[in-house]
């Protein structure tokens, strides 16, 4: 089977901006992404509950400049002002247009 050979961002942020990362992640020309609930333990703290609103992963698989483009908007935008990480991968993914669709044409 042909495989793609892209990226995968993963995001891990505080629930209550999940809505204006999912739209911004939009705006970089992502395609899609997946979204589940996340608890853990890091270098910030410790959430203790869900009262302040829990954390989220969101994964959004993108080709090179598409994943360049949420990482300097994560720069800009996020990483000084939430309780928010990333980190990327390559990832090698069956039908890798479906994550490139209109040609990789993001907007900034």
């Known amino acids: ?6 990226r995968c961002v ?4 505080e629930a209550v901006i999940e809505e204006r990362l ?3 992640l939009d705006d970089c020309g992502a395609t899609g992404w997946t979204v589940c609930p996340a608890r853990g333990h890091g270098p910030a703290d410790r959430r203790m ?5 829990g954390n989220v992963r969101i994964e959004v698989l993108a080709a ?3 994943a360049d483009r949420i ?4 720069q800009k935008e996020f990483f000084p002002n939430y309780s928010v990480t990333a980190w ?4 090698a993914v069956a039908r890798g247009q479906r994550y ?5 044409t993001g907007r900034d």
């Open 64 to 66: 090179p400049t598409t």
């Open 100 to 104: 490139t669709a209109g040609g990789d």
């Open 88 to 91: 990327e991968y390559h990832a």
């Open 10 to 13: 993963v995001i891990v942020a």
């Open 1 to 6: 089977m042909n495989r793609s050979d892209i």
């Open 49 to 53: 509950s869900e009262i302040e609103g």
């Open 22 to 24: 999912l739209t911004r």
């Open 71 to 74: 990482w300097r908007m994560m």
